[in-house]
């Protein structure tokens, strides 16, 4: 069975970054898309961004926050530059086996970073 598991969250100033990392484990197979989602308190959890395995990228929510994977490893990557008190918020890292087709196409989740931004 296929485990996500994230790591790099944390408190950051107004202004600051983080760097977010996801690992996946239980399977030697390369994943085809690999992205992240967060939830902010009291809203619906959203889509940040995603990369696919032959590296095509989509991003969602802003041009500070910067995708990438180590296909080999089967891990991604999300850079969050500038951040923001809004920003605030679970990050979870997703995967699956196919593209992207909406939540449900998601395979496997992981159970999320936090990351706390103060103003």
């Known amino acids: 069975q296929v485990q996500l598991v994230e790591s790099g969250g944390g408190l950051v100033q107004d202004g600051g970054s983080l760097r977010l990392s996801c690992a996946a484990s239980g399977t030697k197979y390369s994943l085809n898309l690999m992205g992240w989602y967060r939830q902010a308190p009291g809203k619906q959890r959203e889509l940040v961004a995603y990369?696919?395995?032959?590296?095509f990228i989509n991003s969602f929510v802003s041009g500070r926050f910067i995708i990438s994977r180590d296909g080999a490893n089967n891990a991604v990557y999300l850079q969050l530059n500038s951040l923001k008190p809004e920003d605030t918020g679970v990050y979870y890292c997703?995967?699956?086996?196919?593209?992207?087709?909406?939540?449900?196409?998601?395979?496997?989740w992981g159970k999320g970073t936090l990351v706390t931004v103060s103003s």
């Open positions: 990369i696919t395995e032959s590296g």
């Open positions: 997703a995967a699956s086996w196919g593209d992207y087709d909406g939540d449900s196409s998601i395979d496997y």
